[in-house]
C-alpha cells in the first residue's frame, strides 16, 4: 500500500546502507510504498570528485556518518536510480563544514505518475 509521506534512507557510519547495491535495493524497495507527493531522502550525498577536497591540508572533512570518501557511492546511486525513472533529484546547497554534515537530497514522487 502506498501508506509513506517520507522515507529516510541512511548509509555508512551506522545507517542501514552500507553500498551502491544495497541503496539501489532500499530506494526500490520503498518506492512503491511511498504515496504520491511523497519524498524519498537521504544525506551524504558527496561527488566521488569532491569526496578527497577541502579541510586542512587537503583532508576531507568527516561526517557524523564517516570519511566523506566512505559515502562517495551515495551520490552516484542515487542519480542512476532516478535517472532510469526520469525523476529529478534535488540536493542541498552544500557541505556544511559548522555542523559536519554532507548535503541532503530528495525525490519527490510525482502527484501524477507517468503511466
Do not use: M, Y
Not at 547495491?21 to 561527488?47: C, D, I, M, Y
Not at 587537503?58 to 562517495?72: E, N, Q
Amino acid at each position: 500500500a502506498k501508506s509513506l509521506s517520507l522515507v529516510h534512507v541512511r548509509c555508512a557510519g551506522g545507517g542501514e546502507v552500507g553500498d551502491a547495491q544495497e541503496l539501489t535495493a532500499a530506494l526500490t524497495a520503498f518506492w512503491p510504498k511511498l504515496r504520491p507527493g511523497g519524498l524519498l531522502a537521504g544525506s551524504n550525498f558527496v561527488r566521488p570528485e569532491t569526496a578527497g577536497a577541502g579541510g586542512a591540508g587537503g583532508k576531507a572533512p568527516a561526517s557524523r556518518a564517516g570519511p566523506r570518501s566512505a559515502v562517495a557511492f551515495v551520490s552516484h546511486a542515487v542519480e542512476s536510480w532516478a535517472a532510469k525513472r526520469g525523476l529529478e533529484v534535488h540536493v542541498a546547497d552544500s557541505f556544511d563544514p559548522v555542523s559536519d554534515f554532507a548535503p541532503g537530497w530528495w525525490i519527490a514522487k510525482p502527484s501524477n505518475p507517468p503511466r
